[in-house]
């Protein structure tokens, strides 16, 4: 078993920054894909960004070139750095993590991210 716990939303004006943290309760030995996705009402959930155990990373297009995901391994860790905040970034953001050799994926509980003025 694995669980993941968020922290790091909030609200936050437009134009404005916040990262998200996603610690994991054990050091995972084999390939996985650790993501960030989020949830606006009404809408599905959407891949945000992940990274593989390689640090090969994938963003959705809304995002690239204001959001960064990066893995602090010593610290069982992914962090999502956002910049240059929108409204229509406003939404619960979970981490997840998929580790395909077992089929196996977990969920954070989310965390809520508000973009407001």
């Known amino acids: 078993q694995v669980q993941l716990v968020e922290s790091g939303g909030g609200l936050v004006q437009p134009g404005g920054s916040l990262r998200l943290s996603c610690v994991v309760s054990r050091t995972i030995f084999n390939f996985y894909v650790m993501g960030w996705y989020r949830q606006a009402p009404g809408k599905q959930r959407e891949m945000v960004a992940s990274i593989t155990t390689g640090g090969v990373t994938n963003y959705t297009n809304s995002v690239k070139g204001r959001f960064t995901i990066y893995r602090d391994s010593a610290k069982n860790t992914v962090n999502l750095q956002m910049n240059s905040l929108k409204a229509e970034d406003s939404a619960a953001y979970y981490c997840?993590?998929?580790?395909?050799?077992?089929?196996?994926?977990?969920w954070g509980q989310g965390t809520q991210v508000t973009v407001s003025s």
């Open positions: 997840n993590v998929y580790i395909p050799g077992y089929a196996e994926e977990y």
